[in-house]
């Protein structure tokens, strides 16, 4: 007869193991790489330091959302080398699953880029060194999919497809995964113009934008890749006239920089200004936005509480995630929930709509 202690010690050690290794409600797939950052207003040309960041659009999204005691997991490729250990340990210190993460040979490398966060009229400045990394040269087939299975929602985002032809296809098969299984896919568009043309993102995104249940995008993209201007309102109704697909529960989201972010859903117009903030770091706030954004759209209870008490929107809590993160150095929010309470908190009497 098995006693009480050994009872407790299997409860103990289930709870562990499924912990462990439940999927998470949120799947991503994306390259992450590190950030070397010139100080202050130097020039990467005369700079003696660099700071370094782990930095990547889909692994900064999922961290904040972690950090909001959501289950979130992360695929990619990483070396097996100094470096991408480095990495994959910093996103499981912020809780992000690694356990899907393929470990590639030592002779494949981390992608890296070099930044200038020089004020205007100067402004960021980013050098891409990411060719032939770890995650440029992932094997489609050695990828899990059925991660998805189990998932409540798939984020992706436009810059994967643009890092590789092998990367590209794990994102196609991913979108294919979603669609059979009918997981819903969060897509935020993020152009890097410095990995391709406009035209070729045009193309390459069209599959995504369609199935997207969320469709982030910002409103230099839009202008920029499809050519739709106006108001953000007549943006809005331009994507969705053009990205129709077969959820008629689609959701888009348009960024606007110190403007704040507005969305279309089922025909009604939202606007939200964006949140006073004296923060100044601008790698990451646009993840962290979309993290707000997922983190209300899955009705997490820290938006239900402020929802409730500030009868506030999404769109609201996506610019005071996106607001704290400016304040924030590196790529990552580190925040707590108390941090988002607390900043909330101090916007009541704000009309908000």
């Known amino acids: 007869m098995i006693d009480c202690l050994a009872l407790c010690w299997m409860g103990l050690f289930l709870v562990s193991y499924i912990g462990k290794y439940m999927p998470g409600d949120i799947v991503s797939f994306g390259e992450t790489m590190l950030r070397l950052t010139a100080p202050g207003d130097s020039r990467l040309e005369t700079t003696p330091l660099l700071q370094v960041h782990v930095a990547g659009s889909e692994s900064n999204t999922l961290a904040c959302l972690a950090r909001l005691h959501v289950r979130v997991s992360w695929l990619s490729a990483l070396p097996a080398t100094p470096m991408g250990r480095h990495v994959e340990t910093e996103l499981r210190r912020h809780g992000i699953d690694t356990s899907e993460v393929i470990w590639s040979a030592n002779m494949s490398r981390v992608g890296t880029f070099y930044a200038e966060e020089g004020s205007a009229p100067l402004g960021v400045q980013v050098y891409y060194d990411r060719a032939n990394s770890a995650c440029a040269l992932i094997d489609p087939e050695a990828v899990n999919y059925r991660v998805v299975d189990t998932a409540r929602m798939l984020h992706l985002t436009g810059i994967t497809p643009a890092v590789s032809e092998n990367a590209r296809a794990v994102f196609r ?93 089922n025909g009604e117009y939202v606007y939200a200004p964006a949140i006073a903030t004296e923060g100044n770091v601008r790698f990451g706030s646009g993840d962290a936005f979309a993290a707000g954004y997922l983190y209300a759209s899955l009705n997490g ?17 996506g610019n005071a995630l996106a607001a704290l993160k400016r304040c924030i150095v590196g790529d990552i929010a580190v925040i707590t929930p108390d941090d988002v309470r607390a900043l909330l908190q101090s916007q009541k009497g704000r009309r908000f709509r």
């Not at 009918?182 to 995104?205: C, G, I, K």
């Not at 890749?225 to 109704?237: A, M, Q, S």
């Not at 209870?301 to 809590?317: H, S, V």
Request: charged share 25%; net charge negative; hydrophobic share 40%.
């Open 173 to 265: 098969r991913f979108l294919a995964y979603a669609r059979e299984r009918q997981v819903p896919l969060s897509f935020d568009v993020n152009y890097r113009a410095r990995l391709w043309s406009t035209q070729e993102a045009a193309r390459q995104l069209e599959d995504a934008c369609r199935q997207a249940h969320i469709l982030f995008c910002a409103r230099a993209d839009a202008a920029e890749i499809w050519g739709f201007t106006g108001t953000p309102e007549e943006i809005l109704r331009q994507m969705a006239e053009h990205f129709k697909g077969t959820d008629t529960n689609k959701t888009l989201v348009l960024t606007l920089g110190s403007e704040g972010s507005a969305h279309l859903h």
């Open 301 to 317: 209870p820290l938006y239900q509480e402020m929802q409730q008490a500030y009868d506030i929107g999404p769109l609201i809590f």
